[in-house]
């Protein structure tokens, strides 16, 4: 470890100097300055900070964003860059090419981090070189309170799902190796089309993940995020056929991991229509709907047989 870390204050933290964070941001005010204290807070901060400004129009954001670079109170050197709006992947790249270090921590500029982030995610890219990314379970808070378990995995795990946060630290080459992030993709799921290039790039490259919630992710109802679902079919047949080669390579597995992540669901719902029932509560019109017409070939016709046998199981006791 002490080829990669140098004392920064008297407070005796030390900087991570083979990483660098990319943060981008676009009208997001006074967020961006939580994002920045947050990376500053770090038990191991990164050598540098890398603002990309993606054509704010704000001005609150705009003159925040001044502030921050003429601060001298902040702990990590920082530099903004300012460009016209081009999406994320191109603020993204756009930082990215400006890093001199071999690892980069992109980070959005509506989240923060906590303190032992960094340190104990760069540990497993350090400690294994399949490992070409790495993140951490996250915090969700705003509209929703909860703890979101990412799994990470090779590449086959990423066939069904994305199994990693946008908030992660990758190996700089294998960015530069994989083409960087699809500029292209401007409505969502860009994250995870970058996880599935960078895992082509190299046989039994894997994403880890530390098991603690170090990302505290922001929730509204009218995020990014949440408005790329509408459009989760397109946007999967784009990721299919731009990455077909290794679809077909493992077709069992992709179909597989897509079915078992339905079943999952399935097996939910089933108890939750279950659950209804014995208590005497009123079922949605859907879930009435689904016992009066279950569907067929998924499985469906399968779990109204079960919710009606346990049914009558329980009136004859």
């Given amino acids: 470890m002490e080829n990669v870390i140098r004392d920064i204050s008297s407070d005796k933290r030390h900087v991570a100097t083979d990483v660098e964070a990319v943060v981008t941001s676009f009208n997001q005010g006074s967020m961006i300055l939580e994002a920045v204290h947050s990376l500053c807070r770090q038990t191991m901060p990164p050598a540098r900070i890398i603002i990309v400004d993606d054509g704010s129009t704000d001005e609150n954001s705009v003159n925040i964003l001044s502030e921050i670079e003429s601060d001298s109170d902040i702990s990590v050197p920082v530099s903004v860059i300012r460009q016209t709006n081009s999406g994320v992947s191109a603020a993204r790249n756009t930082g990215i090419r400006k890093v001199q270090a071999s690892m980069v921590l992109v980070l959005d500029g509506d989240d923060t981090l906590e303190p032992a982030y960094i340190e104990q995610v760069s540990y497993l890219l350090r400690d294994n070189p399949l490992m070409i990314a790495a993140s951490s379970w996250m915090h969700t808070f705003g509209v929703l309170e909860a703890t979101v378990c990412p799994c990470g995995g090779d590449v086959v795990a990423f066939l069904g799902r994305n199994c990693c946060p946008a908030t992660h630290i990758f190996r700089r080459e294998v960015w530069e190796r994989c083409g960087g992030y699809d500029e292209s993709m401007r409505s969502g799921f860009e994250d995870w089309d970058f996880f599935l290039s960078m895992l082509e790039t190299m046989p039994k490259a894997k994403i880890g993940i530390v ?107």
């Fill in 211 to 317: 098991e603690k919630p170090f990302i505290n992710y922001r929730t509204a109802s009218a995020s990014s995020n949440i408005k790329s679902m509408s459009k989760r079919l397109e946007l999967m047949r784009f990721i299919i056929e731009k990455h077909i080669h290794t679809y077909q390579e493992h077709i069992a597995d992709a179909v597989l991991g897509i079915e078992a992540i339905s079943m999952s669901r399935l097996f939910g719902w089933e108890n939750e229509i279950l659950q209804t029932i014995t208590t005497q509560q009123q079922l949605s019109k859907v879930s009435d709907n689904f016992l009066k017409y279950p569907s067929y070939g998924d499985g469906g016709m399968a779990a109204a047989v079960r919710i009606a046998s346990s049914i009558s199981k329980s009136h004859k006791t």
